[in-house]
C-alpha cells in the first residue's frame, strides 16, 4: 500500500546533494532507480530530474526505514529522510556528481509502488522505439531525455527573454484556422455548426503575422506549432514548432542581425561562441559551389565546372554529351583522405550510378576520374587525350599532388544535385568534416517561383508572400521563372533552420503573384480576399523568418532524431503510440459533424 506524503517536505532534488552538505538532515523524493541488498544494509540509488543520489539504510539507523526498504522495487517512488554523511573511500563514485556522500536513512516512506517496467530506465537502451513511445513516462524518466527536455526548456526561455529585450511582443494566433499555403497538405477539422465547412490547422501563422504589422504590432513573435500533413520523412514531424516572428520596416538586414543575434545566444547555452556576422551566399552560388541550397561549410571541397576542359580533352565521348547540353563539373578527392581504387569504383557504381542518378541513362560514360600524377596524365595521353588540357584541368580545380579528380558529366540541374550528394557523402567517407564545427550561413536570393515541368504552371518556391527583389519586379511580367525573390534560410552544417522574407506589402502585387501561380480572381478572393483587403488599409514594409525549434535542439542536444527532443512525438505514420490516437470516433459524433466516413 502507498503512503501519503503527510507532512513531508522535500529540502532538496536528489542529484544536487555535495560534500557541503555532510551533515544537513535532508528530505529528498524520487524513484527507485537500484536497490541491492547486501544482507544488513541495503543501498538504493534514487533518482530525481537532476540526478542520482545514494540512499542507505541500516538496522542500526533506523529498523522501520529498513524494513521499508526491504520492500522496495524498481520504480517505486520513495520520500527519504536522513542525514548527508561523507561515504566511506571505498564506495566513492567519481562517475556520479553526488559520488561523494550518502543519506543515511532515517525514513523510507514508500509513496508509490510500480509495475516492473517494460525497458530498464537508463540511458543505453535496446529497446525499439516503438515500446520506448508507447511508454513514453518512463522513456522521459530515462537522464537522456531528461536532459534534452531541460535543455529545450532552456532555449525557449532564451528564446523569450531576447525577444522580449529587443521589444517583440508575444502573441497567440488561431488553431483552427483558414488554409495557410505552405505547400503541404493541412490537416483539416470539421465543423460542427456549419457543416460542410472545415477549419484548417495551421501550417504556420503566416498570414496572421503579417495581418498583425497591418494592426501595428510592430515586432511579433510566437513560439507556434505549426501542422503539416505530409508524408512524413525520417526528420519530419506532423506537428512541429517555430519560433516565429515579423517585423515592421524591416529590410533583410534587420532581420538577419535580430536572428544572428538570437542563434548566438542559444549557441551560448551549449558554450559555443559563434563568429558573426553569419557568411551569405546567394542560392545560385550555393548551387554552383556546393551543390546544395543548404551548404555544410564544415569542410572545403567545393565543385569546379569543369566543361570546357572536358570538351577540348580529346577523349571520344565527353563532347558528344556537351554539345547535347550536358555540364562537366569535379570535386577533388585529397590525397590526405586516402581514397583507394576500390573506393573510387565503388563510389562510381554504387553512389553514382545507384542511388545518386538512379537514371538509366546516366552511365560510366558520364564519369570521369583522374589522378593528379605524371604518371596518370601520361597514361590519359596514351589514349589520346591532349596532355596539356589534362593538367589545366588539374589546375583549375586545384588538386595538389595524388589528389583524385571526380568528374561527372550530365544535364546541369541534375548534375549540380548530383555533385552536392557525392560531395557530403565523399566529405563525410573521408572524414573531412569538422566534427565540432558549427558553420552557420545565409542562403539568399532564392527564386520566386519554381515551375512544373508537367503542367508548365508556376508556383512559390517559399510561399506566395515572398517579394520579388525590386530589381526583378519587371521580370513579372516577361519572365517569372528568372526572378529572384527575398527569401532566404539559416543553414548550419547542412541543416535548414530556419527560413523567411521580406514581404509583399502592396495589394497590387500581391494579387499579380497569384495570378502568375494560376489562381483565378474567384478563388484568390475565395481564399486570400481578407488578406488583400487587409493590405488596403495601409500596410508597413515587414518581413520575417521562423526558425525551427525542434531541429536546433536536436543539433545542441547532440542528438539526431527529432523524436528525442519532442516530449511526445508521432511515429513516421503519424501516430501517438502512447495515447494511440489518431482512433475512431463514435457515430453520433461524426453524425454531428454532418460527415460521411468511407471505412477502408
Ligand atoms: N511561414 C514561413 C514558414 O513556415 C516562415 C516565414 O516566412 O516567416 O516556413
Request: proline share 6%.
Amino acid at each position: 500500500m502507498a503512503e501519503t506524503l503527510g507532512d513531508l517536505k522535500r529540502t532538496h532534488y536528489c542529484g544536487v546533494l555535495r560534500e557541503g552538505d555532510v551533515g544537513r538532515t535532508v528530505t529528498v523524493m524520487g524513484w527507485a532507480a537500484t536497490r541491492r541488498d547486501l544482507g544488513g544494509v541495503i543501498f538504493i540509488d534514487l533518482r530525481d530530474r537532476e540526478g542520482l543520489c545514494q540512499v542507505v539504510a541500516r538496522p542500526e539507523v533506523s529498523k522501520a526505514a529498513h524494513a521499508a526498504a526491504e520492500r522496495v522495487r524498481g520504480e517505486y517512488v520513495l520520500a527519504v529522510v536522513g542525514e548527508v554523511a561523507v561515504r566511506s573511500a571505498d564506495t566513492v563514485n567519481p562517475k556520479i556528481p553526488t559520488g561523494a556522500v550518502e543519506v543515511l536513512a532515517r525514513e523510507i516512506r514508500v509513496l508509490s509502488e510500480a509495475r516492473t517496467p517494460p525497458f530498464p530506465i537508463e540511458d543505453e537502451l535496446t529497446t525499439s522505439e516503438d515500446i520506448r513511445l508507447k511508454y513514453r513516462y518512463l522513456d522521459l524518466r530515462r537522464p537522456r531525455m531528461q536532459r534534452n527536455i531541460a535543455l529545450r526548456h532552456r532555449v525557449t526561455m532564451e528564446v523569450r527573454r531576447y525577444l522580449d529585450e529587443q521589444g517583440f511582443y508575444e502573441i497567440e494566433t488561431p488553431f483552427l484556422t483558414k488554409s495557410t499555403p505552405e505547400g503541404a497538405r493541412d490537416y483539416l477539422v470539421p465543423s460542427r455548426i456549419h457543416h460542410g465547412s472545415f477549419y484548417a490547422l495551421p501550417q504556420s501563422p503566416q498570414i496572421f503575422k503579417q495581418i498583425l504589422m497591418v494592426a501595428g504590432m510592430d515586432k511579433y513573435f510566437q513560439i507556434a506549432r505549426c501542422f503539416r500533413d505530409e508524408d512524413l520523412r525520417a526528420d519530419r514531424q506532423p506537428e512541429f514548432t517555430q519560433v516565429d516572428i515579423e517585423m515592421s520596416y524591416a529590410r533583410q538586414d534587420t532581420v538577419f542581425e535580430l536572428v544572428e543575434g538570437m542563434y548566438q545566444r542559444l549557441m551560448r547555452l551549449i558554450g559555443v561562441e559563434v563568429a558573426r556576422p553569419f557568411p551569405r551566399l546567394p542560392y545560385v552560388e550555393a548551387i554552383e559551389r556546393y551543390g546544395s541550397d543548404k551548404p555544410d561549410l564544415r569542410f572545403g571541397m567545393e565543385i569546379s565546372d569543369v566543361t570546357e576542359e572536358m570538351s577540348t580533352l580529346g577523349l571520344d565521348t565527353f563532347p558528344g554529351l556537351i554539345a547535347a547540353g550536358a555540364r562537366a563539373r569535379a570535386i577533388v578527392l585529397p590525397a590526405a583522405g586516402g581514397v583507394s581504387g576500390t573506393r573510387l569504383r565503388k563510389i562510381n557504381e554504387e553512389l553514382w550510378l545507384g542511388r545518386i542518378v538512379p537514371d538509366a541513362r546516366a552511365s560510366k560514360r558520364n564519369l570521369f576520374n583522374l589522378k593528379s600524377t605524371d604518371e596518370a596524365v601520361g597514361n590519359l595521353a596514351k589514349k589520346g587525350a591532349r596532355e596539356s588540357v589534362a593538367r589545366r584541368m588539374l589546375d583549375r580545380v586545384g588538386a595538389q599532388r595524388d589528389d583524385t579528380v571526380l568528374v561527372a558529366i550530365d544535364e546541369p540541374g541534375r548534375l549540380a544535385m548530383a555533385l552536392g550528394i557525392l560531395r557530403l557523402e565523399m566529405g563525410r567517407a573521408l572524414g573531412l568534416l569538422d566534427e565540432k564545427a558549427w558553420r552557420f550561413l545565409w542562403v539568399t536570393d532564392f527564386p520566386l517561383f519554381e515551375r512544373d515541368p508537367a503542367t508548365g504552371r508556376y508556383a512559390s518556391v517559399n510561399h506566395p508572400f515572398t517579394a520579388p527583389l525590386d530589381e526583378d519586379i519587371p521580370l513579372l511580367d516577361r519572365d517569372p521563372g528568372a526572378v529572384r525573390s527575398q527569401a532566404y534560410d539559416v543553414v548550419l552544417n547542412g541543416t535548414e533552420l530556419a527560413s523567411g522574407s521580406i514581404r509583399i506589402h502592396d495589394s497590387a502585387l500581391q494579387a499579380k503573384i497569384f495570378k502568375i501561380l494560376s489562381l483565378t480572381e474567384e478563388e484568390t478572393r475565395e481564399r486570400f480576399g481578407f488578406f488583400i483587403e487587409a493590405l488596403q488599409y495601409g500596410t508597413p514594409p515587414h518581413g520575417g523568418i521562423a526558425p525551427g525549434l525542434d531541429r536546433l535542439v536536436m543539433l545542441l542536444a547532440g542528438e539526431s532524431s527529432l523524436r528525442d527532443v519532442i516530449a511526445f512525438p508521432k511515429t513516421a505514420s503519424a501516430a501517438d503510440l502512447m495515447s494511440g490516437s489518431p482512433s475512431p470516433v463514435r457515430d453520433d459524433q461524426i453524425k454531428d459533424l454532418g460527415i460521411i466516413v468511407i471505412r477502408k
